[in-house]
């Protein structure tokens, strides 16, 4: 633990392979985000917004770590959880050469019309309605539950106030571990 906890600090790790240690600082070592912030000297949101790469697909991922895209490229992309488009996207951005900028921009258009364009091919969003930006204060809710329980959070709200809210797990470990960060005992 201490070893791995030394090598982050001291190497000259790419974002990826960064996220990856915290991660499994978190998951093998029970780590919090505060805990891990305080122990790195860095923010809570620095940690839960580089760990949030690890969401994106392992070929978004392998542009990121070859240093052909940023984390500025691809940070936006986070906000559609479709992997396709994440991978076309990523190849588009990387193929024209665009800016950050331009990429916000490309997001927010495709969240708009609820389709993407690469090449010859067209996604079309499952449900478009899915990926209209929730209410900033359901935003904010959302954002600080994933980093307090360092995992992908979606906050689905209905017409009528109703909603879902569904948080991801990756492994039985980090299904215990969400639990008991919820101060639950159910196992």
Known sequence: EIALIENVQRENLNPIEEARAYELLQTRYGYTQDKLAKRMGKSRSAIANNVRLLALPEDVQ???????????????????DVPEWQSHFAQEVYQCNLSVRDVEKMVKKALDEGQVSWQDERILFQNKQKYKKLPSELRVLQDQLAERLSTKVNIKKNRDGSGKLVIEYYSEEDLKRLFDALQGDFY
């Open 62 to 80: 392998q542009m990121v770590q070859d240093g052909k895209l940023t984390v500025g490229h691809v940070r936006p992309m986070l906000s559609i």
